[in-house]
């Protein structure tokens, strides 16, 4: 065989590496335990239907059980498994849980629920004092076409000198992150009165969806009339496209909080 014959062959051959993935759909929702407000319905078998509508790649959860034995033998329908692996289901093949709030009858937190592999995870212990816990579930991803991806699910204190405290951990995090990675933050950070946001705006490098496109974060809370702009999409390194807030129904029956949508273009 020729050199040139050689060439078209190695050219013509099928390539194992998958195409480079520039565009992330992400869907933030604070699941409150899997039931309506006021704790009235368990209703976590709608909410997976209302998740797999979206066709999101990433999903961040906030406030979803692990584990929870009193309620798993007073609901018929609670599931077999964790909330997040019943979330996941087979739409999700990858996912990562921060346990957050323990306590006798099991234990709550964060979750990120992914389509792309999750190389490595880690839950910082955000809480500050009292009985309140909180952290921060940081997961690095394998997004082809990407050294690597970081996503940050967030649940920050209903304290505002709590909330400030965190805040300056979040930022420790971030600034310990390769410079040139993107970075997507999302959850609820409980920050009605905004002063968080304004911490954040000061690093340059960060932006807020909502904010980007409309001017201010989205009112979120309570999800039937929100007035509270409590739930976050933050980015590094990418950029933000058709921010939404998903505000009709079934959302608007489905927890307390009204999640968020975003297509990230890294």
């Known amino acids: 065989m020729t050199r040139d014959a050689?060439?078209?062959?190695?050219?013509?051959?099928?390539?194992?590496?998958?195409?480079?993935?520039?565009?992330?759909?992400?869907?933030?929702?604070?699941?409150?335990?899997?039931?309506?407000a006021l704790n009235r319905r368990f209703i976590l078998p709608e909410l997976r239907e209302a998740v797999r509508s979206t066709s999101a790649d990433l999903v961040f959860l906030q406030e979803v059980v692990g584990e929870h034995d009193r309620h798993s033998s007073r609901y018929n329908d609670w599931p077999p498994t964790s909330q997040y692996e019943?979330?996941?289901?087979?739409?999700?093949?990858?996912?990562?849980?921060?346990?957050?709030?323990v306590y006798p009858d099991g234990h709550h937190g964060n979750a990120l629920l992914s389509k792309y592999p999750i190389r490595e995870f880690r839950n910082l212990d955000v809480s500050i004092t009292g009985p309140e816990r909180r952290g921060l579930l940081h997961c690095?991803?394998?997004?082809?076409?990407?050294?690597?991806?970081?996503?940050?699910?967030?649940?920050?204190?209903?304290?505002?000198?709590?909330?400030?405290?965190?805040?300056q951990l979040l930022c420790l995090l971030l600034d310990s992150l390769p410079d040139d990675a993107?970075?997507?933050?999302?959850?609820?950070?409980?920050?009605?009165?905004?002063?968080?946001?304004?911490?954040?705006?000061?690093?340059?490098?960060?932006?807020?969806?909502?904010?980007?496109?409309?001017?201010?974060?989205?009112k979120t809370y309570p999800a039937r009339f929100p007035l509270l702009r409590l739930d976050r999409i933050y980015l590094r390194n990418a950029s933000s496209h058709e921010p939404r807030i998903l505000g009709h129904k079934p959302w608007t029956h489905l927890s307390d909080h009204l999640p968020l949508a975003v297509e990230v273009r890294l």
């Open 6 to 36: 050689e060439r078209q062959t190695a050219e013509s051959a099928p390539s194992n590496t998958p195409p480079a993935i520039q565009r992330l759909r992400v869907l933030t929702v604070n699941t409150h335990k899997g039931f309506t």
């Open 86 to 101: 019943f979330l996941a289901d087979s739409m999700w093949s990858d996912f990562a849980y921060g346990r957050n709030a």
């Open 140 to 167: 690095v991803l394998d997004v082809p076409g990407h050294a690597e991806v970081h996503a940050i699910c967030v649940h920050l204190s209903l304290l505002e000198s709590h909330r400030q405290l965190q805040l």
């Open 182 to 218: 993107p970075v997507i933050i999302a959850g609820d950070f409980n920050d009605w009165q905004l002063q968080g946001n304004a911490a954040l705006a000061r690093r340059d490098y960060l932006h807020e969806a909502f904010e980007r496109h409309h001017g201010r974060p989205a």
